[in-house]
């Protein structure tokens, strides 16, 4: 297995536990906020503004966690903001943002990787049983979840509605890019900003 390109020096731990004796206040939360902005565009930018060399390391973990042809760095990268966004919006403080989004990123993965093995041993009846019914959800359920999703979608400005279905049909984040106009890092944060959206969404019509 390759190693990788710059071997990193933060801990392969779960990321510090919050000092809760010591909240963030308004302008300390607005420096964290910055720092973490200022991070992401250095990261999805790539080259050499990404000096912490994070995406390659998430790279590096996907390849040993044989995920590198599920899952793509950005998205795990993506997924670790909106971690650091919740974690500062509760008032606490993230002491090292670079070691603490590898941390977190190599996390997920791990989450990732426990989902996928739990996946591979739940047992198959439906497969074992030849002729077996396949289960299905109540059609009144997919309909108000097919009802949701088109009032959901709708809710999203025009623009939006545009990324994400150029996305669904497999566009990279480079080719909206070229087509729409704009940076591939701009494009990555506002996919992740309405992914986000529609999960918050989701969470209020399951409850």
């Excluded at 510090?16 to 004796?21: A, I, K, M």
């Excluded at 070691?99 to 739940?122: C, G, H, M």
């Excluded at 070229?178 to 944060?189: D, F, Y």
Aim: overall charge neutral.
């Amino acid at each position: 297995m390759t190693s990788p390109p710059l071997n990193p020096s933060s801990p392969m731990h779960d990321p510090q536990p919050s000092d809760n004796s010591m909240l963030l206040s308004s302008s300390q939360f607005e420096h964290q906020r910055q720092e973490l902005n200022r991070l992401v565009a250095e990261v999805l930018n790539g080259g050499q503004d990404d000096i912490h060399q994070i995406l390659p390391f998430i790279a590096w973990k996907l390849q040993s966690f044989r995920l590198r042809h599920q899952y793509d760095p950005c998205d795990i990268f993506l997924d670790a903001y909106d971690r650091a966004m919740m974690t500062i919006e509760r008032g606490e403080p993230i002491r090292n943002i670079p070691a603490w989004f590898k941390s977190t990123t190599f996390n997920i993965i791990r989450e990732y990787d426990r989902k996928a093995k739990k996946l591979k041993t739940e047992p198959l009846e439906y497969q074992q049983i030849p002729n077996a019914p396949e289960p299905c959800i109540a059609d009144e359920i997919l309909e108000a979840r097919l009802a949701w999703l088109l009032t959901a979608l709708g809710q999203l400005k025009t623009t939006d509605q545009e990324i994400l279905h150029l996305r669904m049909q497999g566009m990279t984040y480079e080719e909206i890019a070229l087509k729409r106009g704009g940076t591939v890092a701009a494009l990555r944060q506002q996919v992740s900003r309405l992914l986000k959206q529609l999960r918050q969404s989701a969470r209020h019509f399951e409850e």
